[in-house]
């Protein structure tokens, strides 16, 4: 999948994009780490964290309760772009849209927010 949120040669996006800076987990073949999702749409999400995969490399996302497979498309430092294999489906894209508002309003980072969830969990004490 070589046109990540592309039209084919339209430069626009085939889905809108959702900015959020929501807390997510990326699991590997080799690990599980905590990242922040920076936007995401139904066919794919830009994703900051620390050794990041490179571009090709499989994964699993999941943010809150949605979980999604993709495809690494592209990785700059700490940043990358990740196709799902499976759009996600309406419902998804619009809890995460809601989500995302409630974070922008509540102005905690990503890390106090996934805290907060934790605790509210009872993950946390």
Request: charged share 25%; aromatic share 4%.
């Amino acid at each position: 999948m070589t046109t990540f949120g592309r039209r084919s040669g339209g430069g626009r996006r085939r889905a809108q994009r959702s900015p959020g800076d929501l807390p997510a987990l990326v699991t590997t073949v080799a690990r599980s780490q905590p990242v922040v999702v920076m936007n995401v749409s139904a066919t794919g999400a830009r994703l900051r964290g620390t050794d990041l995969p490179d571009a090709g490399g499989d994964l699993l996302l999941k943010i809150d309760s949605t979980e999604a497979f993709g495809t690494v498309q592209w990785k700059r430092a700490d940043l990358c772009g990740v196709a799902f294999e499976q759009p996600l489906r309406e419902p998804q894209v619009q809890r995460l849209r809601a989500e995302a508002n409630r974070a922008q309003l509540t102005r905690l980072t990503p890390e106090q927010r996934l805290a907060m969830q934790d605790w509210t969990a009872g993950l946390a004490r």
